[in-house]
């Protein structure tokens, strides 16, 4: 392993005087209609001659799909959900726009050749289109947490294979690569992710019993999709975080931890060996981190609201309180465990914010039910190395499974 803070040339830091893509930029958006992929496209239509769209996907939000499409002049937009392809063809009837759909078109879209891709599908079915895209062997800007959450040795060993660049579009993990530029893997000791500590970090454990999905919903700080805002709320996000971290810059997890920090402004947090510690500071708006993914090693201007440390006047920072948030340390418990434990535990995560948000389950009840889960896979000998893609989809399956059962068992 390298000296230096490269994840095995996953991440070319040291690079920061080399331009490394070329100009336009060939630029795929998977989950073009979502949040990130709304702020990246956002980005792309501030400067449009530095990139040619080539594709752009969506599930099944074909209004939106089409008229991005259309705005960006893609090559092709593709819907995952089958049932949309002819809404998708008559919205683009005359544009001159490819449109298909289904979970092959998905893929064929994320290996067209470009010299980025945005992957930026929520949950598990983005696993399928970023690998393809990481086997182009360019950039991939990750913004879709399960590569590395339920795939994380498999995904690098792809990366490395292909010789693709990966950039991490998480606030906190753009705030590292940041914080970490130039390092020597021996002079860190600590990497410390921060956290808002979501909508309920004042709340005694007896109220969070009663949380409603809209309460949660309400994140005081970001705006972003509703399952990574249901997983801020339950601070299982900073959990997943903490794994991603773990693959992507060599610490080990007892180097990782998390801290509640209220204002979102530090992102980060690298602790040295001489005592020195190295921030990163921004808005919360994702525009940032997603211009460094997209421009790196270069900085371009964005329109985010500039940060007045003055009028925020305090910077506060407190202990993850692990009784009401039981997420960032049941998913560093997953890390040790290994194997496939972080897929299962990211499946169940899915299946019980997905029960939460319909009314099915109470908001204590998500971390019981990844719990259960994963005592429930270790009882029946599911836990196990994955070793490809495969492995880990059998993992996820697995994982979906037994949460759905754990939910319907009475306890
Ligand atoms: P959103 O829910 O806003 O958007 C998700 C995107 O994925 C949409 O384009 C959606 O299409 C598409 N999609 C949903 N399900 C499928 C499927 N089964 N197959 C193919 N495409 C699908 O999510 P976000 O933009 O908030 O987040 C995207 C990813 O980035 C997540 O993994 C999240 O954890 C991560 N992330 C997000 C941050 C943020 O600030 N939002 C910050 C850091 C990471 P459609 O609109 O048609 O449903």
Same mark, same amino acid.
């Given at each position: ?25 060939? +630029? ?111 950039? @991939? ?12 040795? @498999? ?8 010789? =693709? ?17 130039? =390092? ?32 949660? +919903? ?29 693959? +992507? ?6 180097? +990782? ?7 979102? @402004? ?53 202990? @993850? ?91």
């Amino acid at each position: 392993m390298s000296r230096h803070f490269t994840r095995a040339a996953a991440i070319k830091l040291g690079d920061m005087g080399e331009r490394t893509l070329s100009s336009p930029q060939r +630029l795929t958006v998977l989950g073009a209609t979502g949040s990130i992929g709304e702020s990246t496209l956002d980005l792309v239509g501030r400067e449009p001659e530095r990139f040619e769209v080539v594709a752009l996907t969506a599930q099944s939000n074909v209004e939106k799909l089409a008229r991005l499409a259309i705005l960006h002049k893609a090559q092709v937009a593709v819907v995952g959900d089958e049932r949309c392809y002819a809404e998708l063809k008559s919205q683009l009837s005359g544009s001159g726009i490819e449109a298909a759909a289904g979970e092959d078109a998905l893929i064929d879209a994320a290996s067209r050749p470009a010299d980025c891709t945005m992957a930026a599908i929520v949950g598990a079915a983005g696993l399928k289109p970023t690998f393809a895209a990481a086997r182009q062997g360019r950039r @991939v800007a990750l913004a879709n947490k399960e590569c590395l959450v339920s795939a994380g040795d @498999v995904f690098l060993g792809e990366v490395r294979a292909s010789g =693709a660049e990966l950039l991490p579009v998480d606030s906190e993990h753009s705030a590292a690569l940041q914080s970490l530029a130039g =390092a020597e893997r021996v002079a860190v000791e600590r990497i410390v992710l921060t956290a808002s500590g979501g909508p309920f970090r004042c709340w005694p454990i007896e109220r969070l019993k009663n949380a409603r999905p809209e309460e949660a +919903l309400k994140h005081p700080n970001w705006a972003m999709g509703a399952k990574i805002t249901i997983d801020s709320a339950t601070l299982m996000n900073k959990g997943l975080e903490l794994i991603e971290a773990y693959h +992507l810059f060599p610490v080990g997890v007892d180097q +990782l931890d998390a801290v509640i920090h209220p204002q979102s @402004v530090v992102h980060c947090l690298v602790h040295y060996i001489d005592g020195s510690v190295i921030g990163q500071l921004g808005p919360p708006d994702m525009r940032t981190p997603i211009a460094l993914a997209l421009n790196w090693p270069e900085r371009r201007a964005t329109p985010t609201a500039r940060l007045d440390l003055i009028k925020i006047g305090s910077l506060t920072f407190e202990p @993850v309180d692990a009784a009401r948030f039981p997420g960032p340390g049941m998913a560093k418990a997953a890390l040790r465990r290994g194997g496939n434990a972080p897929a299962i535990l990211n499946a169940a995560n899915e299946i019980a914010v997905a029960a939460f948000l319909s009314g099915g389950l109470g908001f204590i009840d998500i971390a019981r039910v990844v719990e259960r889960t994963l005592e429930e896979a270790e009882a029946r000998g599911l836990i196990r190395v994955t070793e490809t893609l495969e492995d880990v989809l059998d993992a996820d399956s697995e994982g979906r499974d037994l949460a759905r059962m754990v939910i319907e068992t009475p306890h």
